[in-house]
């Protein structure tokens, strides 16, 4: 088996190998090293020319990564910490992105973005954040998530390699050591797979269960304790869900349309309950159950979110639970919920 | 064409052209925010001269003067101003946000500068001998990320001219209020090597832009290139709050016309101003019985 | 009659007048200027050592009156354009909304920072947006959007001395030249106030229409335009609506729910129209529409969102009529609802 | 207590703080992450050991040398590393996010500078009299708003001594690879005065930060001291990237206990020794003990 973090590891490997034009920059990036959390660990040896350490300077790699895209590179930028992507807003929302289309379509910015977002681990109030909610609905960049559905290390390849759209590619770090699942992992499950250009959605519900009465859905780490919550739910409460896994969070559909696999499964179940691990309010569960709350209109029987609190992530773990939404806080939102 | 005419037909051009910007702009050709070039005309002469094909520019809020002297197409300029689809970008960027072949612009100050550090780079890893510059203004050095990325040029030897334009104010404010220190210690500092020049001469700016140009062709690694200049206009329009002496003392003695215009027969540089006002005045023409850009995927997306 | 921007300047007048721990910092303030929209003018003549002229420094001016605040002083930041509040904004996210809650309650953060946003000035891409969606759901942060139906310069004097969270206050541009409304002029309209601390809400129908069919809400410049609205809708097409106009956009109340007023008007409506300036995903509306199916579930018969086209805003006129909300897009959104 | 033992009391302190840390983190004490500043104890020691009542520190993520040094309390650190309400933040912010009293630290590098400066704007304009200190490391050198806000520092005069730690390597990456130009130059760019010391000597520490506090206190603006020293142990836990043989010839050459304990007599230096070991394990025997926080008010926002 592979872990997430093997995975990515062989996607950026694999991405190196097939194109020249790949490039890697980032804080402390060399071997033996390989960065912070080893996602780009042997690429400075074995294209020592393509990957470069930089100084402690988010915002200028993040333009860097820009210019080099810009004239024809693939480059990817790691940021050490999700948190620090703070820091490279500005480069992100008012250059990478706006360039295509404010340059009348004459000019591409293929650069991928990748960082490690999330909590437990107890790193404290900045090294502990989930933001990407803030670049969601930013025009024209791609937000991706991996998860242990499908293979990581392959969405960020293509990511790379197939498209040219600005990518924000996030981790959440507990995913990591995670393995990335195959079929006898996942034998409880009927899974329905799409994609969405390249990126995967996939839609879980227990082998032969009755039709669902609830939607959960949630990406990244957070869609693991969905998981285990709708099996337990199924199990211990008789409440039988789907799970919808989304690894593209941005763009959504155009027009304010619910992603297909979503749409279809609120079809029948008429109730949804988004799951993240960002903060609650104007979060990607926000979006959804706006988009859910505009296509089915009275037809959308129930609608909540599980978040995280709306404050800084405490450093202590019992605070840091407190704030983050755990397998038992999904449990007894849909609970109330059916 | 001599060298001198050359170069007197690109200060003329960028000074006619922004001339009839400040002039049509109260008429209502315009729509939107613009910033002149009226007085810095010898720098992007003299500097963007040497480009060779291929070259990459990278350039602010005040573009116009930097664009027209890369090559860049007057009509198509006016048009983009007046919001027309033969715009530079079909009237979506507007007066800041220019591009065309290797030419970029944006409107958020010191933003670029990474970006030109990334080009350079690239155009370097991609063997294509390139070199990129950015002009900056003295207001953008105030900008953070421009430390960054004077860092990183120098550590990874990006082949980036730096061109610091200091026309001693960013929008109302005297650099003396807004930078401690130096302009060329800015550059020391990261270990760049900095000519500063204080002249409105166009032919004195080509030469020594030329020194830089030779060495960053020759040598790897970033080098700055600072000009001490004077605006003659009001920031966008109608906003000067300097003393009308002070400005009319700069146009007395800085003007880059005046000065490199004596190099010229009086008949020469008489014929060259009138086709320069031909020229303009027909591209302005030719703007405004351009069409609107089609607004199809601008719909709004609210269902 | 006052205008808006003669209020917002009366208002730090006002400020500066009440409390000397009073200080404005940002980019070209000195009169005769006396800033970019001149919100500011006449304070740096009135009180020259406490306004300070800044360089071209967005994130560093942030974080000196971030500084200033924390050492018990009322600094007011000015932002020439909230597009460049991407440049704050790790400032803003990960110093000056955390340190209150990071630091246990033992330090407070009470800087205001203002900022011009929205478009229809023709400024393009990098000068024209209505980015303040990207800090609604930052935790420990105030976001304040004056209107034409009270007191500006009252909000944000209130803001900047009455309480001690970190605020970004946004003002539409377009709203500047606009006269707030006395009496006379909403003479058409009932009218209810509520406040969530310091910050109106203004609840409007026209007299005497019939019970409302539908609830608009929109906040700032857009708050006109729903008025209009209204007006039309009820004139040209017999669809009576009720108009919900909060000037406090975050933080929203705990725990998920609406906002009283909106709440209230929805309890009758069970349909929600957003009219919003910012891009269209993840944006103010979503919010809302989140919380409104959360609270009503099925009796939420209809949901839907007006904002700007999720693209760069451009420069031509044509195109950025096209790419924002206009009077006629409320109305037939609204249409369409009922 | 004469000033040097005091002295060698704080770097003692110091050392048996952060090896209990890295001695306890491996058996679960502690929870998250943690930057010891085993090796550089000196700077802190030497320099805070001016501050007077009221004056102002601003760290990093390597802050417990610095917290100590200001006064801060060994079991209340343990505690807040431990993520106990007793912690000096009640557990909230951990190991890099320390405020007690005028003490600030914040994990994002560079990010504290434009708050320290703004920090001793306003003690300037209250009339205080407070000076700020502000620790930045070589790598935080890397952040464009730590020049912006040297910028501004030198514009308007705040009194912040800014202290570099340069301890020539960044996590992993050392200072080479990382750093254009020189530190001298980077201040000197913004007219600031900066004074260098490539020291582990505590003494000479003091003497040198002495001469920069009375000078921040008898004229205005702001000041650097750059102290060149040496990071003992890994960057956070087990990550030292570096040749062993490298490490021990620093701990042998460059040791502050080993070079300013040499001043004490034997008898004195180890009672003090015997003395802090003792107060330092009493301080984690107390944290350990200590109840933790409650977690009503970060109770799940998702109803
Ligand atoms: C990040 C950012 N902050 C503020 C502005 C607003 N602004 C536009 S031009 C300008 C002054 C620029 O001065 P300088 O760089 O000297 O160029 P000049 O206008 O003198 O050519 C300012 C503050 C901006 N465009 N971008
Ligand atoms: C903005 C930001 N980027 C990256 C990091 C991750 N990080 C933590 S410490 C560190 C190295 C800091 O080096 P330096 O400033 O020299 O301090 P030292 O650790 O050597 O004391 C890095 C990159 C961070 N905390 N903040
Ligand atoms: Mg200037
Ligand atoms: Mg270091």
């Known amino acids: 088996m592979t872990s997430v973090l093997e995975s990515l590891n062989q996607g950026l490997h694999a991405a190196f190998a097939q194109d020249a034009r790949v490039y890697l920059i980032g804080e402390d990036l060399l071997d033996p090293y390989g960065g912070a959390f080893k996602v780009s660990r042997n690429l400075s040896t074995q294209y020592p020319d393509r990957v470069w350490t930089s100084p402690v300077s988010e915002a200028a790699i993040a333009g ?17 910490f999700g948190d620090f992507s703070t820091l490279v807003a500005d480069q992100l929302i008012n250059s990478i992105t706006k360039f295509p289309a404010m340059y009348n379509g004459a000019a591409q910015v293929p650069v991928v973005i990748r960082t490690p977002m999330g909590g437990r681990r107890g790193y404290g109030p900045t ?47 507990v995913l990591y050591p995670k393995q990335v699942l195959d079929n006898a992992a996942l034998a409880d499950f009927e899974i329905q797979a799409s994609t969405q250009d390249f990126a995967p959605t996939h839609t879980l519900r227990l082998k032969g269960a009755p039709r669902p009465a609830l939607t959960l859905t949630a990406y990244g780490y957070m869609a693991e304790l969905a998981r285990e919550a709708l099996t337990r739910l199924a199990f211990e409460h008789e409440i039988f869900c789907e799970l919808v896994v989304p690894t593209q969070l941005a763009p959504l559909p155009a027009g304010g349309g619910l992603q297909p696999a979503l749409q279809a499964s609120l079809q029948h179940s008429g109730r949804l309950l988004t799951i993240e691990e960002g903060t609650y309010s104007l979060g990607w569960g926000a979006e959804q159950l706006a988009r859910a709350a505009q296509h089915f209109g009275g037809r959308l029987q129930a609608a909540r979110r599980v978040a995280a609190a709306e404050a800084p992530i405490p450093a202590a773990r019992n605070l840091e639970d407190a704030a983050l939404p755990t397998l038992e806080d999904i449990i007894s939102a849909a609970r109330e919920m059916v | 064409m001599s060298d001198d005419a050359a170069l007197y037909t690109q200060l003329a051009t960028i000074r006619r052209f922004e001339e009839t910007v400040l002039d049509a702009f109260p008429k209502g050709a315009f729509y939107g925010t613009t910033h002149t070039y009226i007085g810095q005309e010898a720098n992007a002469a003299g500097v963007l001269a040497h480009l060779h094909d291929g070259d990459l520019v990278f350039s602010n809020h005040r573009c116009h003067g930097h664009f027209l002297a890369y090559g860049g197409d007057a009509r198509a300029l006016f048009a983009e101003l007046m919001g027309k689809a033969t715009g530079v970008c079909g009237g979506i960027g507007g007066s800041q946000h220019l591009h065309w072949k290797n030419f970029y612009s944006n409107g958020v100050l010191g933003s670029t500068a990474p970006i030109a550090v990334g080009a350079a780079l690239a155009e370097k890893r991609k063997g294509s001998q390139a070199v990129t510059v950015l002009f900056l203004g003295d ?65 004195e700016i080509y030469a020594a832009a030329g020194q830089e140009f030779a060495q960053l062709r020759s040598t790897p690694g970033p080098r700055a290139l600072i000009l001490h200049t004077a605006r003659f206009g009001p920031h966008s329009k109608g906003d000067d709050t300097r003393d009308p002496a002070f400005i009319e003392e700069l146009r007395a003695t800085r003007d880059p016309l005046t000065i490199h215009g004596a190099r010229l027969e009086e008949s020469e540089r008489t014929a060259i101003e009138a086709e320069v006002d031909s020229a303009i005045a027909a591209a302005y023409a030719q703007a405004e019985a351009d069409p609107l850009p089609e607004h199809a995927a601008y719909v709004k997306a609210g269902y």
């Open chain 1, 127 to 173: 090294h502990s954040q989930t933001l990407e909610k803030l670049y969601l609905g930013v025009p024209g960049l791609r937000v991706l998530a991996p998860n242990t559905l499908s293979d990581p290390g392959d969405l960020l390849r293509r990511a790379i390699l197939e498209q040219n759209d600005p990518v924000l590619f996030v981790e959440n770090k």
């Open chain 2, 139 to 203: 207001g953008a050095m105030g900008e953070g990320v421009v430390y960054e990325s004077l860092n990183i040029a120098s550590l990874w030897g990006a082949p980036v001219l730096f061109v610091v334009e200091n026309n001693h104010i960013a929008q109302t404010t005297p650099t003396e209020l807004a930078m401690a220190g130096s302009l060329a210690g800015r550059f020391a500092a990261f270990n760049i090597p900095a000519v500063e020049l204080d002249s409105s001469d166009a032919r």
């Open chain 1, 64 to 80: 860097v990564g820009a210019g080099m895209a810009l004239r024809g590179l693939r480059p990817v930028v790691e940021l050490m």
